[in-house]
């Protein structure tokens, strides 16, 4: 049995399923290994414009498997203190691997995402629920910090610094109706694969490197230290296509025109 499915429904987007729906999808490292593997062969593949994330059964993913997590690489013949680091280490790499994607990544929040599994779904560029999803910083709940994985980078700058804390010290579920209210989803669905498949299409019909950049833009204008230090980045890379790319003047015919515009990045 594979614990890591991917399909292309349509050819421009790819779907990644964590698939040990038994364990609601804990990260144990015979998924979060074939996960990351997966995801690093899709960001090569320039036929893929985005990738949907998602999970089999009735979790997104349920965080670490206290049960069977399986072993991480390179731990043969290390000590004990050395076993925990590199343990750390892989999971810090998934969510990092999806941060470096070339391609946006779209979390299709279909269950429980809890612990870990709420930092893989922070580290996506969006997200997407479906009604019966919840979201929870568990470790607080198992006698740990809530801290885990990014999630004290990545949630304040998702929903605000006063929210973050409230879910993490608390460590109450967030349903999907409250997580789409205060910005930690951007909507609900019935069908959210589907939903999310479909952005991903709306995305892929706009500039390579200009889909590219925007998400270089929107990690770097996160921990950027003030607009003014910041603002020529943005500048640059909007130079950039304008200089190098006929886009622009491709989406000023298409408007003209009535039709929607075919953006080759060529000149």
Not at 148 to 153: A, C, I, K, N, P
Not at 167 to 184: Q, W, Y
Request: with cysteine; hydrophobic share 45%.
């Amino acid at each position: 049995m594979s614990f890591v499915l991917v399909d292309r429904p349509v050819p421009e987007v790819a779907v990644v399923t964590l698939n040990r729906p038994e364990r609601m999808n804990a990260m144990a490292y015979d998924v979060m290994v074939p996960f990351r593997e997966a995801l690093t062969t899709l960001g090569d593949d320039n036929g893929v414009r985005a990738v949907v994330v998602t999970g089999a059964g009735s979790g997104f993913c349920s965080g670490a498997d206290q049960e069977s997590a399986g072993v991480p690489p390179g731990v043969a013949g290390v000590t004990r203190p050395t076993y925990a680091l590199r343990a750390m280490e892989a999971l810090e790499d998934v969510v990092l691997t999806i941060r470096r994607l070339h391609q946006p990544v779209i979390a299709a929040v279909n269950g429980a995402a809890i612990g870990g599994g709420l930092c893989l779904a922070l580290a996506c560029d969006l997200r997407l629920a479906a009604p019966a999803a919840y979201f929870r910083a568990a470790g607080i709940n198992n006698g740990l910090t809530a801290s885990e994985l990014g999630l004290s980078f990545l949630l304040p700058r998702a929903v605000g610094s006063t929210r973050a804390a409230d879910i993490m010290l608390t460590g109450r579920d967030v349903s999907a109706e409250e997580a789409e209210r205060i910005g930690l989803v951007s909507s609900v669905h019935a069908d959210v694969v589907a939903a999310a498949v479909e952005v991903g299409q709306r995305i892929a019909g706009f500039s390579q490197p200009g889909v590219e950049l925007t998400k270089k833009s929107l990690h770097a204008g996160q921990s950027a230290t003030s607009l003014e230090t910041y603002l020529s980045s943005e500048g640059i890379g909007q130079l950039y296509l304008r200089l190098l790319t006929s886009n622009f003047e491709e989406a000023t015919v298409a408007r003209r025109e009535g039709r929607a515009p075919v953006f080759t990045d060529e000149r």
